[in-house]
């Protein structure tokens, strides 16, 4: 393919969340990270391995994993008919297009198949000497019922990444030596790292490398600020009337992020904001034109109240 054919392939795809290197120096608009992979630190551990990527989205995991000199690598991912969530989904991304793209362009022989994890098994995808389980154990509704279906099909090594409580963030900080989970909503649970590792015994995985932890900075996620301009309805990720909050005009926010990830709330495909008032725990969606920026931190937006996302990588092994 020329480079405009790439260019023109690419920016028909309606939303990348993946930011992913084609050569010739073209890049995918998303906004996660072109070396995010460079923190899971491998050097030879996928080489000659087979690997299953579950929840691969645009697929930098999978293709880079390739790359890397795994000899099969399936991707999967819920690209139609998410099980949960499902006009989230609808909302922002048109299926697999992504992912298609760039395995095109790529020439790549990565393997994709539409399956929910909690569908997965030896039967229906076979075993796996690694499975990468990136960013989706927290938006699920069984974490744990995923954990022991995925250690069904991986013989060595599972790499796992997801975002936790971290300690003192909503508990004392004695709570690291209690295993907990928080319910966020329809979004899924948040473990703490001890249950994180708790789940994974329990999921028969033995022993567990934290090396790749430390690399993964807790991101304050509230860039912008602003107030409620008029009564309306929060809501969580499924957007149903029922699971909508009153939140009333004039209520400080600070606003996370747009439907199309980190994007700047002016990007003209915007249309939902996710924000958070009160406790860092009180998150939601609202349409755009209700939230009036000031740009600056509200007073009664206390500053020790931040949102913050602490993300946790390890790998585990059988
Ligand atoms: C935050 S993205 C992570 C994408 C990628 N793994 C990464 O780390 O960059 C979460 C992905 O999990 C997928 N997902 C959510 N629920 C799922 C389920 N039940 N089974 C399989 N994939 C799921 C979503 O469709 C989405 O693509």
């Known amino acids: 393919m020329t480079k405009e054919e790439i260019l023109g392939r690419i920016n028909r795809v309606r939303f990348w969340y993946h930011r992913i290197d084609l050569g010739n120096g073209i890049c995918t608009a998303g906004s996660s990270g072109i070396n995010r992979f460079d923190r899971y630190c491998f050097s030879e551990e996928l080489r000659g391995k087979s690997v299953l990527d579950i ?57 994709q198949q539409n399956i929910d994890v909690f569908q997965i098994s030896e039967t229906k995808t076979g075993q796996f000497d690694v499975v990468f389980f990136l960013g989706v154990l927290y938006h699920l509704q069984h974490p744990l019922q995923a954990l022991q279906i995925i250690s069904r099909v991986c013989t060595e090594m599972l790499v796992l990444e997801t975002a936790i409580i971290a300690p003192g963030e909503l508990l004392a900080e004695e709570s ?21 590792e708790e789940m994974l015994k329990l999921a028969d995985f033995k022993k567990f490398d934290y090396s790749s932890f430390k690399r993964v900075p807790t991101t304050a996620r509230d860039a912008q600020f602003g107030v409620i301009s008029r009564d309306t309805i929060a809501r969580d990720y499924d957007l149903t009337e029922e699971a909508g909050m009153k939140l009333a005009a004039g209520t400080p926010v600070a606003v996370l992020n747009t439907e ?13 904001l996710r924000i958070q008032w009160g406790r860092p725990d009180r998150q939601a969606w609202v349409d755009k034109n209700v939230v009036k920026i000031s740009g600056k931190r509200p007073e009664a937006l206390d500053k020790s109240k931040q949102t913050k996302t602490t993300r946790l990588i390890l790998k585990a092994y059988k």
């Not at 989230?88 to 793209?101: L, P, V």
């Open 176 to 196: 690291e030596q209690v295993p907990v989970m928080q319910l966020r909503g329809t979004s899924g649970w948040f473990p703490n790292r001890l249950c994180v």
């Open 55 to 111: 929840g691969a989205w645009d697929g930098l995991e999978s293709f880079k994993a390739e790359q890397f000199g795994a000899t099969r690598v399936v991707a999967t991912d819920v690209w139609q008919d998410a099980p949960v969530n499902k006009k989230y989904w609808e909302g922002i991304r048109n299926g697999d297009e992504g992912f298609r793209c760039v395995r095109e362009i790529l020439n790549s022989s990565v393997e």
């Open 260 to 272: 199309l990830g980190d994007m700047e709330i002016a990007h003209p495909q915007a249309r939902r």
